[in-house]
């Protein structure tokens, strides 16, 4: 069985970003979904994705994991809140209005990286994501992004 | 005359960041350099670096510029700061400990942006640079960073 994944649900047209878009082929193409409460992201950084500091991942893309899960966990948080399930809308897509990411420690090349996104927050078109980074299983950045719908998407 | 950029400084062991070093052949290789007393640099996105509303830059690599032009401040603000140029030292090498990205705006995509950096303070190892980011004019985003030199990095 193939499971479907968040991003399998933006419309063709919001479907494009470099972190989080199915149809950009050049793209990071993460990957998310629920466990539970919580949503959950793996990927793998690239051997040209290191950091300033050899060995570890550049900051950057921790960054861009963190924002495009958001984005994700938002849409599916969107849907699951008002008892929807994936199936029944097209996901609403959203974008930041803020992150914030605390790098707590080098994040090592070459381990699956692993991403939980907890909702804190949801306000009409507003949602608070909270995000953390690990790699086997210590943690090694945080993040909390401030992601608004588009007016565009959904209802 | 060809102009020497802070990321040309960087020793070789500190310059594969997917970001900013000027060795990584698969990253952005951005450059930053001195305009009074601000930091600036210039960056083209690709076509692939679309976000999930069509024209838009994506998040993450604003983010990622932010973080990477920042780091480059405050390596550059270091030796100027002990009143010493970039040819004196090895430019000592920073990494972020946190990033804030305020998303202002869309960043459109096809334009050149334009990063200005401005340091906010500088305390022994610990330096925070705050970040503009505009396109023809208009700033779009808005971040700060608070970097600390490495300790294998400089004095």
Known sequence: MTVRVFQDYYPDEFAHCYGCGRLNKEGLQIKSHWDGKESICHYTPMPHHTGGFPGYVYGGLI???????????????????????????????????????????????????????????????????????????????KGEVVMVQLPESGK
């Open 63 to 141: 960054a861009s994991l963190i924002d495009c899960h958001a984005a994700a966990t938002a849409s599916a948080a969107k849907l699951r809140d008002e008892g929807l399930s994936l199936e029944d809308l097209p996901l609403p897509r959203f974008v930041s209005a803020s992150l914030k990411v605390d790098f707590l420690k080098p994040t090592p090349m070459g381990k699956v990286l692993e991403l939980r996104g907890m909702v804190k927050e949801i306000k009409n078109r507003k949602i608070i994501v909270s995000v953390t980074v690990s790699a086997e299983g210590q943690i090694s950045a």
